[in-house]
């Protein structure tokens, strides 16, 4: 059953449908942000520590605001090293220049081996 997100903005609606796509969730954000939320609505299935070949892992981080966290590359790292796949925003939704944590999210994949397979979608080359 897919995890319902609480509505925090007028980006919920495609952050849903990630969410709908994914079995794990991997953000970090300060306690009024999406990030968050969405964590809190991922309970057990968020920044779990543990993932495998066959995970789908929606991340989510924070923009450009005060008081913002950076997001947790130790725990994508552990997804990258289990071979998990990842979604994230697209790259219209990056380029936004409030979304410099999905920016840092795309680099860091990048620098992992991963690629954006089709939009959204990142797997390993």
Known sequence: MP??????G???AKDQRKANAANKFIGRGSARSSTNA???AFG???N??????????FVSAEGARNGRLDPDFDELKR?????ARFITDDAANRSRAYNIGER????????????ESRPCIWSKK
Do not use: H, K, M, W
């Open 10 to 12: 007028p980006y919920t």
């Open 48 to 57: 779990c520590g543990e993932y495998t070949c066959d995970d789908v892992v």
């Open 79 to 83: 997804a990258c090293d289990a071979n």
């Open 104 to 115: 840092q999210v795309s680099e860091f994949l990048r620098s992992q081996g991963y690629r």
């Open 3 to 8: 995890v319902v997100l609480p509505v925090t």
């Open 44 to 46: 057990a299935a968020a």
């Open 38 to 40: 969405y964590a809190i």
